[in-house]
Every structure is written in C-alpha cells, then in structure tokens.
C-alpha cells in the first residue's frame, strides 16, 4: 500500500500540467517538452514503486521532503509513484514493513532512494534495522533496483558521519574516493543529490525526468546533475561584489558590516558548486548566505572534514584559471588594490604571476613544504 493514499489531494489534469512544466523549471528544459512529462506521468500513475532507505543520518533528508511546501511537484509525485517503505513515514512496523520491503524487492523495478551513510566498521553492525546490517539491507535492495538515487551529503560521499567511528561511506564514493564495495549490483543509473539536507525539488525534478525520458539527466564526475550542481556559489554570490572590494565581515553585531563577504566567517562558497543562490531553501524563502550564515559546501565530497572548523576561514582559495591563492596574500594585496582601483581578481593575478615568475606556486610550495 502506498504510505501517502491518506493524505493524497485530488490531482486535476491543470494540476498535471501545471507540475509536469515546473518540473522542467527545474531541470533547465525546454517547457515545449510539457506535454511529453504530462503523458509519462500520467501513463505512470501509480507506478513505479519506491524504497526509501535509512542509514545512518539524522533523517533530515525525509524531512525535508516532508516539509517541503511547494504543492505542486510534491502533490505530482505522490501521484505518480508508489512510495513503499520509508521507515520515518510509513505507518507499518515490525515484520508487516519488512514483509512489505521484500515483496517490493522481489518484484523489482523500483527506484531505490538511499539516504544516510553506510558504515563498513566492525562488519556493518553500527546501523542493523531488523537485525540486518545496513549495508547487507542497501546491496540487496539495490541489486534489484531499476535506478538508484542517494540524497543528501551522508549517502553520496558519507557526510558527518564518515568523520566519526563507523567507516562510513556514500554508496558510490568515500569523499572523492570512489569505492567498489557495491560493484556487484551491475550497471544502472546512479544519481547523486547531496547538500545537507536534501533539496527537495531536486529529486522531484529527477524521477519525473527519469519517468518522463527513461534516463537520467546529464551528470558532472561525481554523479551529480550539472543542472543542480554545475555552477559555483562565490561566482553568483550577492556578497560577491564585497569580496571584490576586501569588505569582509569580521563582526556580527556591527551594522555597517552586515551583507559584506563572509569569507573570513568561514564561507567555503568558492568550493560549492550548488544552486541554492537561485532555487533558495525553506519553499524559496532565503538560503544560507542570504540568512547570514557561510556556505559549509554540504554540497561537496569533501564536506564535513575538509570544511571544518566550520567558522574559520580557509587558508587558500581556488581561482578559476589561476589556481589556490593564499588567501593572506589577498588580504595585504587588497588595500593597494583597492586603493589604485582594480579588482581584486587582477591582484590576485599578480600575486601568482609573482609566484609563477619565482618558480614557486602555492601548490608546490606545500610541496616542499611537506
Ligand atoms: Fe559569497 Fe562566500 Fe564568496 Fe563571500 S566568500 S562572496 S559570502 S560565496
């Protein structure tokens, strides 16, 4: 039985198209493509089923598609698919959930939603649901999946957890390393949808793309699609033109520098290649930076170690075409520059030109450092 038949609203065909054209919204298509979404929906009424799987999180992910407010593309998909197990919302429990997981995996087909990390440590036994490791529970229902979609930080790459004790690790990758554990499930589509936590309206917008075109949508290296995941936060940054101009806020209570660059308060935007500066969060309420707190790159394999402490500014900065910058460098050039009128991009240039004239990037400056 499908967990959300209670609460569905009464779907009209203007709701359809209507939803079916957000979709495309979302995904950067072409709104001549709506009535194709419409009759794929419509045509997978009800089907197919999915598995939502827990690992281990802190269950932020179905919460937040739970929560999500945008009623339109979340009203389409409870419409369309057949939501089977999901262990925060479903009402089952005990062996009438288990009993209801199996025969969905033995029918096969489905699509298998896995949010949480998998620990590896002490042969999976940190995370049992039913008496059964986490990790046996994933390779079985993925083994039978028609496509696999990890969402969340902690199920693509391990997330917070895979900084503690577990081993844990995202179903394809271990931070940027990609590990083989699952190998064995065979070639399908594997889609990953980090940020902590989920973006609901990114899995909407991939399961109706997958219903929609039996495909998944263009992906970058680690799985993720460029149509979410392939711009970075500092180069459309409203804060952007403050960090051009060196005025970085180093005082919260200071009313002058509210709105200024966040960078010395830990931001790791020029990491984060996300679009939450556009799509927003909270049903398009604000995001991170415009809530006046850093970007922590959730959306990236190397979040949460490579990020933390989550406060403290980074000691160097990635510029497209020049390379990582010492960011105190920056910080001595950026009165002169600003002074003699030039952006803070073209010092910064000068600066690694500098370098590059002694023979010394920053890079191989560690180097010999290490
Ligand atoms: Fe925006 Fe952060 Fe870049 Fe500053 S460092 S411009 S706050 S993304």
């Not at 419409?79 to 009402?91: F, K």
Request: with cysteine; net charge negative.
């Amino acid at each position: 039985m499908d967990i959300f038949e209670l609460r569905k609203p009464q779907i009209t065909r203007r709701d359809f198209i209507k939803a079916a054209s957000a979709a495309l919204v979302l995904l950067g298509l072409s709104q001549a493509l709506t009535p194709k979404v419409v009759k794929a929906l419509e045509k997978s009424a009800g089907k197919p089923a999915v598995i939502w799987l827990e690992g281990q999180d802190c269950a932020g992910c179905v919460e937040s598609f739970l929560n999500s407010l945008e009623p339109d593309a979340v009203s389409i998909l409870l419409d369309t698919i057949s939501l089977r197990y999901n262990e925060t919302a479903m009402a089952a429990s005990g062996h009438q959930a288990e009993d209801a997981l199996a025969k969905t995996v033995e029918e096969g087909g489905y699509i298998l939603v896995i949010e949480g990390a998998i620990p590896l440590a002490e042969d999976g036994l940190f995370c049992t649901i039913g008496g059964k490791p986490f990790k046996d529970i994933v390779h079985e229902c993925a083994s039978n999946a028609a496509a696999i979609i990890c969402v969340g930080s902690c199920a693509t790459y391990g997330g917070i957890p895979r900084s503690g004790p577990t081993d844990a690790v995202g179903y394809l990758y271990r931070g940027t390393q990609k590990h083989h554990y699952f190998d064995d499930v065979g070639e399908k589509p594997v889609i990953n949808l980090p940020t902590c936590p989920l973006h609901c309206e990114r899995l909407v917008a991939v399961i109706i793309h997958y219903l929609t075109f039996s495909t998944v949508p263009e992906l970058d290296e680690f799985q993720r699609p460029l149509a979410f995941y392939g711009e970075n936060q500092h180069e459309n940054c409203e804060r952007r033109g403050h960090f051009d101009a060196g005025r970085f806020l180093t005082d919260w209570g200071d009313p002058e520098q509210q709105g200024w660059c966040l960078y010395l308060k830990g931001c790791k935007g020029p990491w984060a290649n996300q679009d939450c500066w556009k799509r927003l969060w909270n049903n398009r309420t604000n995001y991170c930076i415009q809530a006046n707190h850093p970007c922590v790159a959730c959306s990236e394999p190397e979040f949460y170690e490579s990020v933390s402490p989550m406060y403290e500014r980074q000691f160097d900065v990635e510029f497209p075409g020049i390379g990582r910058v010492d960011i105190d460098k920056i910080m001595l050039t950026i009165g002169g520059a600003v002074a003699a009128g030039i952006g803070l991009d073209m010092a910064v240039s000068k600066i690694t030109g500098d370098w590059k004239d002694n023979g010394e990037t920053n890079a191989n400056k560690e180097g010999k450092e290490s």
